[in-house]
């Protein structure tokens, strides 16, 4: 199983085809999920939704619900407001004059907003109970886009005075002065990114207990950021931060979904105080998740200029962008600068102008969805990249070839300041187009045609940063107290001499039990099985610090790091400890695994003291140590720190990620001349996410997220109608893909190691959405010579057939204009 | 809380196991499951019979357990995800999974296990299109399916 390393004999089991710590429990239906925990006197809740996407609440009345055998409690929202301070908000000025709740006082901003919430004695009964309050609603007018919702003709939070949350502009290098160079530019007048959600397929599930013994509030939750959540809270419900206590255990899917389910988390809250401090249990219907937990950003890009030289290079980019994060901003405005994570793409242009804008609408409240807000950008990019080379005849392989980062620029730092760690597009290219099968493809793309078959080849080059820099929340919000990114874990031998890991993460699927337990096996020198690590969030575990989650690509630079300095303090003490029992010098000490099981021996004698031994000396054996070793716990807790610094807040400039996984993804797809169904024909994903720590987990968090960006880009989308009413509310409508959809994705890597990473390992997860921006780009070349030009992230047969059918008839959605400028 | 002769007296059997309980007429096959008899290997996902994470047998049959009554299921005979395992050891479909990285979160896998289980009963040698076809009502929403149909070909071999 393990790696020989030649240098000192010594086994290596990162990299290695490790199995799974997690599989165990998981493939015997022991998983502990929060829906299995029941708690004695446990009530549960249920929500009391508006079907209005902005109505005024007139009344509630509740006493009907209150009078069935059975229901505890009713909590309506103008309580909750009583009890509450609002939810902090990152952004400013305006921002900060929207006042959030976790349910609606007077008045509600989408469809699902939580109205009231029934407590009763079985969730059935809550329901039934729910279903007894009535609500008197005054309808108002709902404003569903956001373009529309810019023009402030119906405000959802008029404290603020304005649909707009944000607006800002990132311009680097002479915009100006590209475009009166450039050989030509190419107009196009709108691009739109839709909304969908990664949908987890375990929904949110909370239990919350507000203790009245001994004051404190508890909760067993499957949130996916709970150092952010406790964060939101405390100052909510007007209490301490350290009164609460978070517990998450396994985790089914989150995708960044689950980072905003502390508005439920405060319900449960209160609903428990107001039980007498009985515990509360609610768990998520699929309806409820699909209308109110959270959605992916959906952006439109307006008036977009592409300078390019003679040679099809592109120069500069000037864009307006105008992203619609739903009633509340919640985690946002942080959207309105992530994307700039990735300002250029993989594309070497150093001119652009994007003039930014976030607005309200009477939608559901997005959230930091898988690929959150630099894949809009990405695919913007993409789409550029991919019409430009269409328009000006250049093949889309030569086009990305001309324009892409070199790998001998790296480290590249981006106009904004972001220094890319590694990466080489043009390989990934070769080994995706070698796995494809380029040039056959084209081959029989070309005879297809000639029998009028739509068969299209697209690429996508994407980038997952990972590692944030909280800093850039400073480039929307100069007040806002965050920066840097931090995380903490705990390695000791326990009185045992058992060796015991302890993260601040929580993990949904993606192995951190695995590869922590692989770095602490290298450096302790003894077999991954032997090493337990304890995952999941727990405040009182106190490894956490106020990033601590799982979320953003990050685990393999920061959890890591955080697991990998921890293990080495551990062994630093072990060493000086051996050093001490064993009286030899610290030099002459090895690591490994002896007769008795894990030893601390000199080298090359028989005297060796089992790691058990060291234990003992530490935990209960303690008067046999001399006071200059009272330092020594064997238990060591270590907090990473990224090296980052405060961006540059007037010049939006500054390192927002600490590195750059990057994929590339080949499809091949045709579409279907009866139903324009588009169907996959081939598809290849390239992966880079530098030194690779256990291939098969991730080959596997590629494969799922290639599927969720095939989804997104055939399937999946949260659509409204023209009033806000939900048309996606069930997996029926929403139709999540399925294995007969999924085709078989043939899987290449390459591996640049990171600098920025003790190990090389780069964050990986997240993907990019490398399949919205390839499908997009196939559909196009499928369908360029009808004259149809791709501006919509989504692409089903009903959308297909819309685009043939206007083909042609009105204004060409994007124009070259050559310039004539002397060569 | 409802009243005593609302309840309906069923017994069925699981995983070998005889129970006779009274339940509420609308309780589910999968709330009697993991509420009655504290099995929780049988997971909700999406309530409208979409997503199959609480796919069990319901004598020798898949069924959605969010779907079916437990009424109906008065007199017969279920095998859930905690079945599977004998004295211990796993299932060979359970080793399939776990050796082909078949399942991340793990949430949907109880339910594409007994998919598998009925499948395999069925078809000792499924083509990749069956396997496509036999778990098309389980959606998983980690793995992409690739190792899933991976792990599946593999059981099929071993079986």
Same mark, same amino acid.
């Given at each position: ?56 609440? @007139? ?6 619900a209150?009078?069935?055998?059975g ?34 006082g ?12 029934? @407590? ?35 405000i ?9 949350v ?6 680097y290098g ?25 949908t ?8 919350? *207990?507000?203790?009245n ?11 996916s ?15 301490h ?5 978070v517990?998450?255990?396994?985790i ?11 508005? *439920? ?11 007498g401090?009985?515990?509360?249990? !609610? ?19 307006? #008036? ?13 980019? $000037?864009?307006?962008h105008i ?15 992530? !994307?700039?994570? +990735? ?10 102008k ?11 409240? +997005? ?51 972001? @220094? ?17 099968? =380029?040039?056959? !493809? ?6 297809a ?67 922590a337990?692989?770095?602490v096996?290298?450096l ?29 690509s990050q ?13 080495q ?22 690591l ?8 601390v ?14 234990? #003992?000396?530490?935990?209960v ?5 001399p ?12 907090? =990473? ?29 045709? +579409?279907?001349r ?13 992966? $880079?996410?530098?030194?690779?720590i ?21 399937m999946?989308?949260c659509?409204?109608?023209? @009033? ?24 290449g ?53 819309h ?21 | ?17 005889e ?21 929780t290997?049988?997971?909700?996902? /999406? ?37 599977l ?15 082909a ?6 949430? /949907? ?30 959606? /998983?929403? /980690? ?17």
């Open positions: 199983m393990a790696d020989q390393d030649k240098s000192n004999g010594q086994k290596r089991w990162v990299g290695q085809r490790v199995p799974r710590k997690e599989e165990g429990r998981l493939l015997r239906g022991q998983g502990k999920f929060i829906d299995d925990i029941k708690l004695r006197e446990m009530l549960y809740l249920a929500f009391v939704r508006s079907p209005y996407a902005h109505a005024r609440v @007139v009344n509630v009345n509740t006493s009907a209150e009078a069935l055998p229901v505890a409690a009713v909590l309506t929202g103008r309580e909750v407001e009583s009890l509450t301070s609002p939810f902090i908000e990152i952004g400013p000025d305006q921002c900060q004059k929207i006042a959030d709740y976790p349910m609606a007077s008045k509600a901003r989408f469809q699902g907003e939580p109205v009231a919430a029934v @407590v009763a004695e079985s969730p059935r009964l809550a329901e039934d109970a729910a279903e007894l309050v009535q609500v008197d609603y005054d309808p108002l007018p709902a404003v569903t886009d956001a373009e529309q919702a810019e023009k402030n003709e119906s959802l939070h008029e404290n603020a005075g304005t649909n707009v944000w607006r800002g502009v990132f311009e002479d915009v100006e002065k590209a475009f009166r160079e450039a050989a030509s530019v190419v107009e196009i007048d709108r691009l739109h990114f839709h909304r969908f959600s990664s987890p397929l375990e929904p949110n599930v909370i239990i919350a *207990q507000w203790d013994k001994d004051g404190r509030l508890y909760y067993w939750c499957n949130n950021f709970p150092s952010f959540a406790i964060q939101f809270l405390a100052p909510h419900l007007r209490i931060i350290d009164q609460i206590r517990q998450t255990f396994d089914g899917g989150s995708f960044g979904i689950k980072i905003t389910n502390y508005t *439920q988390m405060a319900v449960c809250a209160l609903a428990s105080r107001k039980c401090g009985r515990p509360v249990k !609610w768990v998520e219907t699929r309806t409820e998740h699909m209308l109110s937990s959270a959605h992916g950003n959906e952006r439109t890009f307006l #008036n977009t200029r592409v300078a390019l030289d003679k040679n099809g290079v592109i120069t500069a980019i $000037d864009s307006r992203d619609d994060c739903g009633a509340y901003p919640r985690y946002e405005p942080l959207g309105c600068v992530i !994307w700039s994570q +990735v300002f250029p793409g993989v594309y070497r242009f150093r001119n652009a994007i003039d930014f804008t976030q607005v309200v609408t009477n939608k559901c409240p +997005v959230g930091p969805n898988r690929g959150y807000s630099r894949m809009q950008h990405l695919w913007f990019l993409e789409r550029i990249c991919d019409i430009c080379a269409h328009e000006l005849k250049i093949p889309a392989d030569e086009m990305r070839l001309r324009n892409y980062i070199r790998p001998e620029e790296m480290p590249y730092t981006t106009p904004n300041g972001c @220094v890319y760690d590694s990466g080489n597009y043009p390989k990934m290219l070769e080994v995706g187009k070698k796995l494809i099968g =380029w040039d056959e !493809w084209k081959r029989k793309q070309a005879e045609r000639k029998d009028g078959r739509l068969i299209g080849i697209g690429i996508g080059t994407t980038l997952d940063s990972g590692t944030n820099n909280f800093g850039q929340s400073q480039i929307i919000n100069p007040y806002a107290p965050f920066s840097g990114n931090s995380q903490g874990a705990n390695v000791k031998l326990d009185i045992y001499g058992e060796i015991v890991v302890a993260v601040g993460s929580c993990p949904q699927g993606q192995g951190h039990e695995t590869t337990a692989q770095i096996a290298d302790l020198n003894v077999t991954p099985d032997l090493i337990t690590v304890r995952t999941g969030f727990d405040t009182e575990r106190n490894v956490h610090t106020g990033f601590s989650g799982t979320y953003a685990f393999a630079v920061s959890g890591l790091s955080a697991v990998h300095g921890a293990a303090k551990l062994k630093k003490e072990m060493l000086r400890l051996a050093a001490f029992t064993l009286n030899a010098k610290e030099d002459e000490l090895e490994g695994i002896g007769a008795q099981g894990p030893e021996r000199v080298r090359g004698t028989e005297r060796s003291i089992p790691y058990g031994g060291l234990a #003992n000396i530490v935990n054996n303690s008067a046999v140590m006071e200059e070793l009272h330092e020594i716990t064997l238990n060591c807790r270590y907090i =990473w720190r990224a090296p980052f610094k405060v961006p540059d807040k007037a010049k939006k400039y500054g390192n927002l990620t600490l590195t750059y996984a990057s994929q590339l993804h080949i499809a091949v797809l045709e +579409v279907d009866d139903t324009y169904v588009p169907r996959i024909l081939d598809y290849v994903a390239v992966d $880079d996410c530098g030194t690779v256990n291939p098969p987990i991730v080959e596997g968090q590629v494969y799922g997220a290639t599927a969720h960006g095939i989804g997104a880009a055939l999946e989308g659509f409204y109608d023209e @009033v806000g009413n939900m048309l996606t509310s069930t997996f029926s409508d929403y139709t999540p893909i399925t294995s007969v959809n999924m085709p078989n994705v043939k899987f890597d390459i591996q640049t190691p990171s600098p920025h990473s003790f190990n090389g390992a780069k964050g990986m997860g997240e993907g990019g959405a490398a399949p919205i921006h390839t499908l997009s780009a196939a559909l196009q070349d499928a369908l360029f010579d009808k004259g149809i030009i791709i501006d919509d992230s989504f692409n089903n047969g009903d959308r297909v057939y685009l043939m059918q206007q083909a042609g008839k009105g204004k060409k959605p994007a124009r070259v204009k050559p310039r004539a400028v002397p060569a | 809380m409802p009243e005593q002769e609302q309840m309906v007296a069923i017994r069925v059997k699981v995983n070998g196991k129970h006779k309980l009274q339940v509420e007429p609308r309780l589910l096959l999968v709330e009697l499951l993991r509420e009655n008899l504290d099995l290997g049988t997971h909700i996902g /999406c309530d409208t019979s979409y997503c199959g994470a609480c796919t069990v047998l319901l004598n020798g049959k898949a069924v959605k357990s969010c779907t079916v009554l437990a009424v109906h299921a008065d007199g017969g005979e279920v095998l859930t995800v905690e079945g395992a004998k004295n211990g050891e796993l299932h060979p479909i359970q080793k399939a999974f776990g050796d990285y078949g399942l991340q979160c793990g949430y /949907c896998t109880p339910g594409l296990l007994i998919s598998t289980y009925q499948l395999l009963q069925r078809n000792a040698n499924p083509s990749e299109k069956d396997i496509r076809k036999a778990i098309a009502g389980n959606t /998983c929403r /980690c793995t992409g399916y690739q190792n899933v149909f991976k792990a599946i070909k593999a059981a099929a071999k071993g079986a």
